[in-house]
């Protein structure tokens, strides 16, 4: 399988973007797994906090999603978290670099 220039399977723009998309969903599920466990919070209690079935919960800590922004959001109310976002370049030196957020 060949690879893009930023790591993504197939070298073009759109396989590039469906790598990011998938390692984001991946980043952020597992932040989320990360701060329900730091602050034991279950899945049927996050279930109960959004008003959706656990099942649904399971859906979203899957990663396996486009999750919305509205989505996330809903997630970090019913957590009392904020998430954070940071956009770093692929190569050091390069033009993105730089912290988006309140902090």
Avoid at 24 to 33: D, H, I, N, Q
């Amino acid at each position: 399988m060949m690879r893009g220039e930023h790591g993504a399977p197939g070298g073009g723009p759109g396989a590039d973007a469906d790598y990011e998309s998938a390692r984001l969903a991946r980043e952020l599920t597992t932040a989320v797994s990360w701060y329900m466990d730091e602050h034991g919070v279950t899945k049927r209690e996050l279930a109960q906090r959004l008003d959706v079935t656990p099942g649904r919960v399971s859906q979203i800590l899957s990663g396996g999603e486009n999750l919305t922004l509205r989505t996330l959001a809903a997630v970090c109310a019913a957590l009392d978290a904020r998430l954070e976002v940071e956009l770093v370049a692929n190569k050091p030196g390069g033009p993105a670099h730089g912290r988006f957020g309140r902090g």
